[in-house]
């Protein structure tokens, strides 16, 4: 298996600061491949509650969606179907237990019972993870989840759901999809973040089945799960933060567990091969004489336990203002994309709390800093928002009539990054 | 556990005479290289035995402290070649730099024939120190296979040029600067330098000579008119270089060279400007190895004066003699005080051998 990993950084730290900041892009080469052994389990998670009735035409796209997404699962990928309202059902295997092995006839008997599912009742969301934690209790290799919901987690205190992430952690990740526009962004984010996942918006239920085949595909395409990025920094060191910033932006800061010998884990979720991500990571280390030259971090992406790419994170001090100056552009590029995101999701929230002010002067400051990365996936969304007058300076005018799928969808793909192109400065 | 991709189907399998998943015989340095890598990895190191670092107790795995991040102490930090009593060379770090961009070569031939390269690379490039080192080595062979000067820059600055560049966006292309001289037994010297490595002649009564011109910005400001050398070298852009070697440097462009008679208890004198800078004049440079009873106190001299002074460059000294067989030390007056560089740290000499009794006897 080849990984590697390139460092990009200014390593040249002025007299009695110690914060260095780098770039690490990890690729997996596309030698990584599974293990013919790894056992995969997938379930498959969708949100049965009454609100799926409206219209009917949410629950039938559901059913189609799911029964298609059954049909597609390879011979040998353990999987279980689970329906969920104030409760969870486990409608496949109809024991309620482990997982089955995708089969011709379990494929049938799945598919049949994913067109019956018929809505009712609220949404409970922590009681489907904690029915998906128990199927996958007792199971190693590559977990992975698919929760689909229309709706808010309204049956039950907040607290439940924060406590069962906290149980599901490390067991399975786990993808969010929002359906509809009734869905609380910020709720499918926090699912995602905890249990290494992606959110993302589904804007109309015909568009489920499509959604669910492309979930398989990367699910099936994962060939190593157990890994973690881990960061040594010297003794008398501070991770400041690791946040994955390409293809998105996910703060790892809050995930790090102390891996001994002065390093810190922190899970990434699996990989496929020819995968690729880049991190920002920050340590502040003990100040060193000018003309010094220490190792900051080294960043290690570890596959069960083992260590597989190493980058090395440096300093060196010195008073020449002239070195120490320099930003490394891939850091300014991300550091950039980071408050892209930030603009907008603080933008959107202004807005909603009606202070126009604000949601003018950071959707313009988005606007800005999307069109100089050459975010352009990112302004299109924007401009279904603000009426852009000048991007270069960040002018613009909030639109008065915008569908709400538009902002949702805005702020649910606000953590979408770009690499440095070449209309980067 | 100890795992290896087998070559023949790609799948990992640990390691044996044969693979696991196909059952194909697995070549044995394969194995060997995939042992020797789990045993370093169990030991922190490529499987040498780490070393310890004294400082904070860890050890040394890859070049940097596993415990406090320091990085493990580099040979050319501190370079010394004492050729014989009328040949040597010191090499050093300094205090302000990371790294010994500075190189040089020596060498005699046998018939007497004294050869020294200094290159300093240049820090805004990308790996100085590859370019300053290969283009030194490329320089001397030149000489000693019996080529000029003119050949010498040539061989240099080829071997800059070859240094791997990949397009950087703040550091240029590899690039150093050139100075040599080839010095006969018979005291016919020439000197060669593009950039701003200097050359000295130091007389037996203690005064200094300027062999070299600078190829820098403030040499150019000076030669133009536009600035006294005071106001020059005052100037933030002085030690800007003009002319240097890598893929960047201009072919028309050809060492500076200089002949000159060199007298038998005369001294040559190569450095860098990590040397020069504590001692500008070239009296200053005499004053510096004044007492000093061969080529390598010579050397060593003028590298601890840099370093006393601060240290802010690398610090780069060869010191010649016309013959090996030559009588010591260099003849200057007694009296002559040491310059004191700003900031210099008191009494920065005191290890510096000013012995009376070998001071001339005419």
């Given at each position: 298996?080849?990984?590697?990993?390139?460092?990009?950084?200014?390593?040249?730290?002025?007299?009695?600061?110690?914060?260095?900041?780098?770039?690490?892009?990890?690729?997996?080469?596309?030698?990584?491949?599974?293990?013919?052994?790894?056992?995969?389990?997938?379930?498959?998670?969708?949100?049965?509650?009454?609100?799926?009735?409206?219209?009917?035409?949410?629950?039938?796209?559901?059913?189609?969606?799911?029964?298609?997404?059954?049909?597609?699962?390879?011979?040998?990928?353990?999987?279980?179907?689970?329906?969920?309202?104030?409760?969870?059902?486990?409608?496949?295997?109809?024991?309620?237990?482990?997982?089955?092995?995708?089969?011709?006839?379990?494929?049938?008997?799945?598919?049949?019972?994913?067109?019956?599912?018929?809505?009712?009742?609220?949404?409970?969301?922590?009681?489907?993870?904690?029915?998906?934690?128990?199927?996958?209790?007792?199971?190693?290799?590559?977990?992975?989840?698919?929760?689909?919901?229309?709706?808010?987690?309204?049956?039950?205190?907040?607290?439940?759901?924060?406590?069962?992430?906290?149980?599901?952690?490390?067991?399975?990740?786990?993808?969010?999809?929002?359906?509809?526009?009734?869905?609380?962004?910020?709720?499918?984010?926090?699912?995602?973040?905890?249990?290494?996942?992606?959110?993302d918006i589904v804007r109309e239920p015909e568009a489920m089945a499509e959604d669910f085949q492309a979930f398989l595909k990367r699910a099936l395409g994962k060939a190593v799960a157990n890994v973690s990025l881990n960061v040594w920094a010297p003794v008398g060191?501070?991770?400041?933060?690791?946040?994955?910033?390409?293809?998105?932006?996910?703060?790892?800061?809050?995930?790090?567990?102390?891996?001994?010998?002065?390093?810190?884990?922190?899970?990434?979720?699996?990989?496929?091969?020819?995968?690729?991500?880049?991190?920002?990571?920050?340590?502040?280390?003990?100040?060193?004489?000018?003309?010094?030259?220490?190792?900051?971090?080294?960043?290690?992406?570890?596959?069960?336990?083992?260590?597989?790419?190493?980058?090395?994170?440096?300093?060196?001090?010195?008073?020449?203002?002239?070195?120490?100056?320099?930003?490394?552009?891939?850091?300014?590029?991300?550091?950039?994309?980071?408050?892209?995101?930030?603009?907008?999701?603080?933008?959107?929230?202004?807005?909603?709390?009606?202070?126009?002010?604000?949601?003018?002067?950071?959707?313009g400051k988005a606007v800005k800093l999307a069109h100089e990365s050459g975010n352009d996936g990112t302004v299109r969304l924007l401009k279904k928002v603000v009426e852009v007058e000048d991007p270069n300076t960040g002018t613009v005018r909030l639109k008065k009539n915008v569908e709400k799928l538009d902002e949702m969808e805005l702020d649910t793909r606000s953590t979408r990054t770009v690499r440095v192109s070449a209309k980067g400065s | 556990m100890a795992l290896l991709t087998c070559p023949h189907c790609s799948q990992e399998t640990a390691l044996g005479r044969f693979c696991e998943a196909c059952g194909e015989d697995l070549p044995a340095e394969l194995v060997g290289a995939a042992e020797a890598r789990d045993t370093g990895a169990d030991a922190g190191g490529e499987g040498a035995q780490p070393v310890l670092h004294e400082d904070c107790g860890g050890h040394f795995v890859d070049g940097w402290c596993d415990t406090c991040g320091s990085k493990q102490p580099d040979p050319r930090d501190h370079l010394e070649e004492l050729l014989d009593a009328a040949l040597a060379a010191v090499s050093d770090r300094g205090h302000r730099h990371h790294r010994n961009e500075d190189a040089f070569t020596v060498a005699r031939s046998e018939d007497g024939v004294a050869y020294g390269v200094v290159c300093d690379g240049v820090s805004s490039t990308?790996?100085?120190?590859?370019?300053?080192?290969?283009?030194?080595?490329?320089?001397?062979?030149?000489?000693?296979?019996?080529?000029?000067?003119?050949?010498?820059?040539?061989?240099?600055?080829?071997?800059?040029?070859?240094?791997?560049?990949?397009?950087?966006?703040?550091?240029?292309?590899?690039?150093?600067?050139?100075?040599?001289?080839?010095?006969?037994?018979?005291?016919?010297?020439?000197?060669?330098?593009?950039?701003?490595?200097?050359?000295?002649?130091?007389?037996?009564?203690?005064?200094?000579?300027?062999l070299s011109v600078d190829d820098s910005w403030a040499q150019a400001q000076v030669e133009a008119g536009t600035m006294s050398a005071e106001e020059a070298r005052a100037h933030p852009n002085a030690s800007v270089i003009t002319r240097w070697l890598g893929r960047d440097s201009i072919d028309a462009w050809e060492p500076r060279l200089v002949e000159a008679a060199v007298g038998e208890e005369d001294v040559v004198v190569l450095c860098s400007d990590g040397v020069w800078n504590y001692a500008p004049e070239p009296n200053d440079i005499a004053s510096v190895i004044k007492g000093t009873s061969d080529a390598g106190e010579a050397a060593l001299a003028l590298v601890d004066h840099a370093?006393?002074?601060?240290?802010?460059?690398?610090?780069?000294?060869?010191?010649?003699?016309?013959?090996?067989?030559?009588?010591?030390?260099?003849?200057?007056?007694?009296?002559?005080?040491?310059?004191?560089?700003?900031?210099?740290?008191?009494?920065?000499?005191?290890?510096?051998?000013?012995?009376?009794?070998?001071?001339?006897d005419a």
């Open positions: 298996m080849s990984f590697t990993a390139t460092v990009h950084q200014n390593e040249y730290v002025p007299e009695g600061s110690g914060e260095v900041h780098a770039i690490v892009t990890v690729e997996a080469g596309a030698d990584v491949q599974a293990a013919a052994a790894m056992e995969r389990n997938l379930i498959l998670i969708c949100d049965t509650s009454g609100s799926m009735s409206n219209p009917m035409s949410k629950i039938m796209a559901a059913r189609q969606a799911m029964a298609a997404a059954v049909n597609e699962i390879p011979d040998g990928v353990r999987f279980a179907l689970i329906a969920g309202d104030h409760e969870a059902e486990v409608i496949f295997p109809t024991n309620g237990h482990d997982p089955l092995p995708a089969d011709a006839t379990t494929r049938a008997a799945a598919a049949g019972l994913a067109l019956q599912l018929e809505p009712s009742g609220g949404t409970a969301i922590s009681t489907w993870l904690a029915a998906a934690r128990e199927l996958f209790q007792g199971h190693e290799g590559m977990n992975l989840a698919y929760l689909l919901t229309d709706g808010k987690n309204e049956s039950e205190p907040e607290s439940n759901l924060v406590e069962e992430l906290v149980r599901c952690s490390g067991l399975f990740q786990c993808d969010t999809r929002g359906v509809g526009d009734a869905w609380v962004v910020e709720e499918l984010r926090r699912i995602s973040h905890a249990l290494l996942g992606e959110v060191s501070t991770i400041k933060f690791v946040k994955q910033v390409a293809p998105n932006i996910e703060d790892l800061s809050d995930r790090g567990a102390d891996a001994g010998k002065l390093t810190t884990a922190f899970p990434t979720g699996a990989w496929s091969g020819g995968e690729s991500r880049d991190y920002h990571v920050c340590v502040t280390v003990p100040a060193g004489a000018v003309g010094e030259e220490k190792l900051a971090a080294r960043v290690r992406l570890n596959v069960d336990g083992e260590d597989v790419s190493n980058g090395l994170v440096r300093a060196i001090w010195t008073d020449d203002t002239a070195l120490t100056t320099r930003i490394d552009p891939q850091v300014a590029h991300y550091t950039g994309q980071a408050e892209l995101a930030q603009a907008i999701q603080e933008g959107l929230a202004a807005r909603k709390a009606g202070d126009e002010a604000t949601a003018t002067v950071k959707l | 990308v790996s100085p120190e590859v370019a300053s080192t290969h283009a030194a080595a490329a320089a001397l062979d030149v000489l000693l296979a019996g080529g000029d000067l003119i050949a010498a820059h040539r061989a240099a600055d080829d071997a800059a040029r070859a240094v791997p560049y990949t397009p950087h966006p703040e550091l240029d292309a590899p690039s150093a600067t050139f100075s040599a001289f080839v010095l006969r037994p018979d005291g016919h010297l020439t000197v060669g330098t593009l950039g701003d490595c200097r050359a000295y002649l130091v007389h037996p009564d203690g005064t200094g000579e300027s370093l006393a002074g601060g240290g802010h460059d690398n610090a780069t000294a060869v010191v010649a003699r016309p013959s090996a067989d030559a009588p010591t030390a260099p003849h200057e007056p007694a009296g002559t005080t040491i310059p004191e560089p700003s900031g210099a740290a008191p009494d920065a000499h005191t290890d510096q051998p000013t012995d009376p009794s070998e001071e001339p």
